[in-house]
């Protein structure tokens, strides 16, 4: 899937599937909540974890063969780097693919933490 893709939400606001083109990451998506919207209330979250998971299993069947070749990733406001919810789906076809993703999100996170990424998360201690 190349192009995004909106899904209406049952209280009339809606979420959009963003494909992100990434090296580092192939076959990896955000499913955003509009920042214009303001932040979603506790009904529309459960609803896009639900359509994020669905949807995961959808495109990794049709990408890779197999409905259960993914990994869904919420990052809650003190622990995400951009300002807005959101929920990260990456098609993943191995094990060694879930490793390098790892890999690559605590080499991102460690950079955050030094400062030398922006991050506009809270500083919780």
């Not at 359509?51 to 919420?74: H, M, P, R, W």
């Not at 993943?92 to 080499?107: D, E, F, I, M, P």
Request: proline share 4%; glycine share 8%; hydrophobic share 40%.
């Amino acid at each position: 899937m190349d192009t995004e893709r909106e899904f209406q939400l049952a209280s009339g606001n809606k979420c959009t599937l963003h494909p992100i083109n990434n090296d580092l990451i192939p076959n990896y998506y955000v499913l955003a909540f509009p920042k214009t919207q303001g932040q979603p209330i506790a009904t529309e979250i459960t609803e896009m974890l639900n359509i994020g998971t669905s949807y995961a299993q959808k495109l990794a069947f049709d990408v890779l063969g197999d409905a259960e070749a993914f990994t869904v990733l919420y990052s809650g406001y003190s622990s995400r780097r951009e300002k807005g919810w959101h929920v990260h789906i990456v098609l993943l076809g191995s094990r060694w693919k879930k490793a390098w993703l790892y890999l690559v999100l605590a080499g991102k996170n460690v950079v955050q933490a030094l400062g030398l990424r922006k991050d506009d998360a809270p500083r919780l201690q």
